[in-house]
């Protein structure tokens, strides 16, 4: 007697939640815009609803998972009243802004709303790697806790509905810092002839994860503003390995454009003499510590 859930959106993300909750016995029903991509999930048992009121009105947790909120938007507004007592969750990428107008849209209408970001691909959905951040109020969160756990390991953000948006979205700010230096770095080990998936393998993947060591370091900084503890790594020694970075880039006639915004950052950090410091540093140019406003 597991809990009837419902799962709006069967693209690869809603059918891979979709088969999670198949293999953990809840009974499913779906609905997608392109009807035949659930059959593959109703041959392993799922109901297949004809419209969404049907969907909405089958369980009383409800998943959504499309494109974008424009999609959570066209799709739910006319069943706002059918999701009345229910409980809604919303994993479709978005913003805070927008996670926030679909909680107060959800709240006017008695919808129990829980906003979420799924931090696994579709594989590895239902998996030990995958977490799921989820906000809105707590006691939303904790009453399908157990449901959600199928997913993977929910973390709750705050009750603030936008939170989860937010660190989704900081996370793969995260994901693709590192992947345009992965990019970058393997553009220029081809141009000289090396393997890219052997350099990869040997030596990009360890460097970068005895790299990551550095992370909590570096959030220290900026969480205390100050970028002159425990330097090893001085910004104007940095500045000088950056150059070097770009004119070996130059000789290989391979353009270094991916890098541009963090030269210009570190040469104005200089600029205010800021040599000593760490790399972190440059935060201070971009906003955001509430001492601007
Ligand atoms: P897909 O492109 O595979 O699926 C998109 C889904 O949105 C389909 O169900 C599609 O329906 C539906 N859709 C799009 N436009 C409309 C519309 N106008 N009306 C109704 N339905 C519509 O994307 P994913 O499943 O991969 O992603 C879904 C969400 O999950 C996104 O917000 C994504 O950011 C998030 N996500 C995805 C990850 C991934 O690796 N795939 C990882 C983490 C989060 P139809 O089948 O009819 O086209």
Not at 116 to 126: K, R, S
Request: glycine share 14%.
């Amino acid at each position: 007697n597991r809990t009837p859930v419902t799962v709006i959106g069967l693209g690869d993300m809603g059918a891979a939640l979709a088969g999670a909750f198949l293999a953990q016995g809840h009974p499913v029903t779906v609905w997608n815009r392109t009807a035949a991509k659930a059959d593959g999930l109703v041959a392993r048992g799922a109901v297949r609803a004809e419209t969404v009121g049907d969907a909405v009105t089958a369980s009383p947790l409800v998943i959504v998972c499309v494109l974008d909120y424009g999609v959570v938007e066209e799709v739910l507004a006319p069943v706002g009243g059918a999701l009345a007592g229910r409980t809604l969750v919303n994993l479709t990428n978005g913003t805070p802004g927008q996670a926030r107008r679909t909680a107060a849209w959800a709240d006017e209408r008695g919808i129990g709303y829980l906003d979420g970001g799924i931090m696994a691909v579709p594989p590895g959905i239902g998996t030990a790697e995958a977490f799921l951040l989820h906000s809105g109020p707590r006691d939303v969160f904790d009453a399908c806790r157990e449901e959600l756990a199928v997913l993977g390991r929910p973390e709750y953000a705050g009750a603030d509905p936008g939170a989860a948006a937010l660190q989704d979205l900081a996370l793969l700010t995260g994901m693709y810092g590192m992947v345009s230096g992965v990019v970058q770095a393997l553009t220029l080990v081809r141009s000289a002839g090396f393997g890219p998936v052997d350099f990869a393998t040997t030596k990009l993947v360890p460097w970068l994860s005895a790299m990551t060591a550095a992370v909590p370091h570096y959030a220290g900084q900026i969480e205390s503003g100050d970028y002159t503890k425990g330097v090893v790594s001085n910004l104007a020694m940095q500045a000088a390995g950056l150059e070097n970075i770009f004119r070996a880039h130059e000789e290989q006639g391979v353009s270094a454009e991916l890098l541009a915004p963090v030269r210009a950052l570190v040469a104005r950090r200089l600029a205010e003499g800021r040599g000593a410091e760490d790399f972190p540093g440059v935060a201070e140019l971009l906003g955001g510590s509430g001492s601007e406003d």
